[in-house]
T-cell receptor
Framework: DGGITQSPKYLFRKEGQNVTLSCEQNLNHDAMYWYRQDPGQGLRLIYYSQIVNDFQKGDIAEGYSVSREKKESFPLTVTSAQKNPTAFYLC?????????????FGPGTRLTVL | RKEVEQDPGPFNVPEGATVAFNCTYSNSASQSFFWYRQDCRKEPKLLMSVYSSGNEDGRFTAQLNRASQYISLLIRDSKLSDSATYLCVVIKRDSGGGADGLTFGKGTHLIIQP
């Protein structure tokens, strides 16, 4: 089946540790995105990539890093520099990075920092 | 004025009623608009794009008012399964037609009551 997968669904980490969230898509989409959602809040863009080996910072990139070595994969690392990492992380993809493209979301990863 | 604003609700509506809510945006350069539906603790899913001429999909109607800078979503004959949070998305384009900014509203919470 085509789609976007994120793993794990739930993730717990100790304060001060880095953690990497996985996002894979087999839709052959060029563009991929990472968002963060906090309770009662809208989605905020962390990083996005419109093509392999290229990515740009979104609105809240501090404390996060990404890579885009393959078209299908866009992992997000939450570093210890991120002050409030507990949140719901959503990955999305779209056919291109164009302004009219629909974004399709993965099921999300809930990260809790203990 | 915030970039994208939605009434958070909740809107409590009896089953079978018609309900409508708006999403206002501040940047007149905004070009593309979407409505997403998000169920509790799930990822957002595309409900419909919003076209300048307005569009309808079954019980759902979306409209764009550029002069007053808002989009609307109307749900007729509401069902219990329509209970969810509805997010609006506003995309600006740059001079080349690419996406220059994508902003999610915080969502409107809708509860359909039996």
């Amino acid at each position: 089946d085509g789609g976007i997968t994120q793993s794990p669904k739930y993730l717990f980490r100790k304060e001060g540790q880095n953690v990497t969230l996985s996002c894979e898509q087999n839709l052959n989409h060029d563009a991929m995105y990472w968002y963060r959602q906090d309770p009662g809040q809208g989605l905020r863009l962390i990083y996005y990539s419109q093509i392999v080996n290229d990515f740009q910072k979104g609105d809240i990139a501090e404390g996060y890093s990404v890579s885009r070595e393959k078209k299908e994969s866009f992992p997000l690392t939450v570093t210890s520099a991120q002050k409030n990492p507990t949140a719901f992380y959503l990955c999305a993809s779209s056919p291109t990075g164009g302004g009219s493209d629909t974004q399709y979301f993965g099921p999300g990863t809930r990260l809790t920092v203990l | 004025r915030k970039e994208v604003e939605q009434d958070p609700g909740p809107f409590n509506v009896p089953e079978g009623a018609t309900v409508a809510f708006n999403c206002t945006y501040s940047n007149s350069a905004s070009q593309s608009f979407f409505w997403y539906r998000q169920d509790c603790r799930k990822e957002p899913k595309l409900l419909m794009s919003v076209y300048s001429s307005g569009n309808e999909d079954g019980r759902f109607t979306a409209q764009l008012n550029r002069a007053s800078q808002y989009i609307s979503l109307l749900i007729r004959d509401s069902k219990l399964s329509d209970s969810a949070t509805y997010l609006c998305v506003v995309i600006k384009r740059d001079s080349g037609g690419g996406a220059d900014g994508l902003t999610f509203g915080k969502g409107t919470h809708l509860i359909i009551q039996p």
